[in-house]
């Protein structure tokens, strides 16, 4: 049995079981995960279908007790419920993702696949932050097809010509709140930057191809 997986007070005062993978945290028993492509697709679980390695990005549940999750190795988690804890999800959300609205697709199928009505609430988790993430020219330009001028300003700063570190944390809380999202209701796990910290986390900056992969998941009540 490894280490406790990260939590974050937000879910925890709603009562959601939830992890933040780390190196040695183990993944709950039954813990259902699509095949991850960096697309925009969300899988649904469901009591007759448990969207087990289905191509998807994100996946919506609200199935009583049912585990779901993604998995990462410097690209963004975010775990998200409603007030009621009954409809939860899990969303992967690399910069392709991001720039596809990968973070948009997961909300929308919490509220409509899942019956997440009302309030939502959301925590950004460990992945690769500003201060190791620089990117180029391409990259930018297909964040600004989805993010507007400021968000893009404010979440990046300049390296050289054409390059830029940025803050996909940042972008991630923005895409969440454009979706209607609360910001009082949108939390980041701080100091958490999977590059930087290697006894905690697993990066694929850092280690290549041969790099593990962190377990995130949430359980509906």
């Known amino acids: 049995m490894g280490d406790a997986a ?3 007070p937000l879910l925890d005062d709603l009562g959601v079981a939830h992890g933040f993978g780390t190196r040695t945290s183990a993944a709950p028993e039954g813990l259902v995960r699509p095949r991850q492509v960096h697309g925009t697709a969300v899988a649904h679980s469901t009591l007759s279908r448990d969207a087990q390695d289905e191509e998807a990005d994100a996946i919506v549940t609200r199935v009583p007790a049912r585990a779901v999750g993604i998995l ?3 690209c963004v988690p975010i775990l998200l419920c409603a007030e009621d804890g009954r409809g939860v999800a899990a969303i992967h959300a690399g910069w392709r ?4 609205g990968v973070i948009e697709e997961g909300v929308a199928a919490l509220r409509s696949k899942a019956g997440a009505a009302g309030r939502l609430f959301a925590v950004v988790g460990p992945h690769v932050g500003p201060c190791c993430y620089e990117v180029d020219a391409p990259v930018l330009d297909a964040m600004t ?3 507007m001028r400021h968000e893009i300003e ?4 300049e390296t050289r010509k054409g390059h830029a570190r940025i803050d996909l944390g940042r972008l991630s809380r923005d895409a969440l709140m454009r979706s209607g999202v609360a910001p009082s209701d949108c939390a980041q796990i701080a100091r958490a930057c999977t590059a930087c910290d290697a006894d905690r986390f697993h990066s694929y900056r850092r ?3 041969a790099a593990g992969r962190l377990v995130h998941f949430i359980i509906s009540r």
């Open 207 to 209: 280690g290549g191809a």
């Open 72 to 74: 990462t190795a410097d």
């Open 97 to 100: 993702g991001l720039a596809a």
């Open 6 to 8: 990260i939590r974050h």
């Open 145 to 147: 097809q989805r993010f």
């Open 154 to 157: 404010t979440a990046s700063t």
